[in-house]
């Protein structure tokens, strides 16, 4: 069995990460969700199993809490270095265990997986905040999808999310509501990330085929129910 595809779910506070993998791992035990900001405080990992064993490893990690005084940390891009090793000269420094302590978290777990979801809620407003989160983001070197989630809600400003996601070269985005998952919207975030990642491709490939079998089965699952319902009523 090849190592799992490891995927860190990124994003500011109170975006709808640990709902989101509640809805992809099926866990609704997995994590804490509460209204209140920076209520994941650590990095934590559930998988995500087929007929295969373990074939993705998610990670869900704390909010962004400051990505202006992060972005400002960071400093400007020397022309002797890489995005992803200015990153990891911010991780050695005494800021990395103090004041950014919980960015840091976030920025050591996007050095060391396969791929991010960047998850978004699309009824905020476009700040500076969130500017600076998109070009820290793109930074680490990995391929990251953005999950443009709560598009549903009258309050969506999908449009003005994907100017700016496509402005810090994030063009390949996925539309997935957290809480009530569009039909289909497992499929398309998969084949997403089949096109970020094409050397991975059979095992993504795998587990949407996997996924859409458990839908069948459950969808057969219902129909059964209701028509013994109907008969004993009958």
Not at 76 to 93: E, G, K, Y
Request: a neutral charge; hydrophobic letters at 45%; proline letters at 6%.
């Amino acid at each position: 069995m090849a190592e799992p595809i490891t995927i860190a779910v990124v994003g500011h506070t109170n975006a709808g990460k640990t709902s989101l993998l509640r809805t992809l791992t099926r866990r609704r035990d997995f994590g804490e969700v509460s209204a209140r900001p920076g209520t994941t405080r650590h990095v934590e990992a559930v998988d995500l199993t087929s007929d295969d064993g373990v074939v993705l490893r998610f990670l869900d990690t704390p909010g962004l809490e400051d990505p202006i005084g992060l972005l400002d940390a960071l400093g400007p891009l020397r022309a002797d270095m890489t995005p992803p090793q200015r990153i990891r000269a911010l991780l050695a420094t005494r800021a990395a265990q103090a004041e950014f302590e919980q960015e840091a978290k976030v920025l050591r777990a996007l050095l060391d997986v396969d791929a991010a979801l960047f998850v978004v809620d699309s009824r905020e407003p476009v700040v500076a905040k969130f500017r600076c989160e998109a070009e820290i983001l793109a930074s680490c070197g990995k391929p990251v999808l953005p999950v443009l989630n709560f598009v549903r809600d009258p309050s969506s400003r999908e449009d003005a999310w994907r100017t700016l996601l496509a402005d810090f070269g994030l063009h390949a985005q996925v539309r997935f509501d957290a809480v009530a998952p569009f039909d289909g919207g497992e499929r398309q975030l998969y084949a997403a990330l089949q096109a970020l990642l094409p050397q991975r491709g059979g095992p993504l490939r795998a587990m949407a085929a996997f996924i859409e079998r458990e839908r069948a089965a459950r969808d057969e699952a219902g129909r059964r129910c209701v028509a013994h319902t109907l008969i004993a009523l009958a």
